[in-house]
């Protein structure tokens, strides 16, 4: 049973800054990788950045340069420190844990949080 758990949504003005964390617990193989999706009004859910357990991170284009992803294999949680926060950056933000072992792959999601940036 694995469950995930976000914090750190909210408002803020274009240009601000905020941190989202993400704990996941219950059993989670050692090989691992969390990351972030997004999802505005009438789009689709969308990789905003990804971390596995040896260290390796992607970013979507959009936030390159912006946006920071880190993790802590120890308290198996997930960070994005988002900085020069845009409009467009504005959707309901998902905490993603990909788990592989024993021969299979399992997905959980948490169950977003909302971050809205005022122009």
């Known amino acids: 049973q694995v469950q995930l758990v976000e914090s750190g949504g909210g408002l803020v003005q274009a240009g601000g800054s905020l941190r989202l964390s993400c704990a996941a617990s219950g059993s989670i193989f050692a090989i691992n990788a969390m990351g972030w999706y997004r999802q505005a009004p009438g789009k689709q859910r969308e990789l905003v950045a990804t971390?596995?357990?040896?260290?390796?991170?992607n970013y979507a284009d959009s936030v390159k340069g912006r946006f920071t992803i880190s993790r802590d294999n120890a308290k198996n949680t997930v960070y994005l420190q988002m900085n020069s926060l845009k409009p467009e950056d504005t959707a309901v933000y998902y905490c993603?844990?990909?788990?592989?072992?024993?021969?299979?792959?399992?997905?959980?999601w948490g169950q977003g949080t909302q971050v809205t940036v005022s122009s």
């Open positions: 971390i596995t357990s040896g260290g390796s991170t």
């Open positions: 993603n844990l990909r788990s592989y072992g024993l021969g299979s792959a399992r997905t959980y």
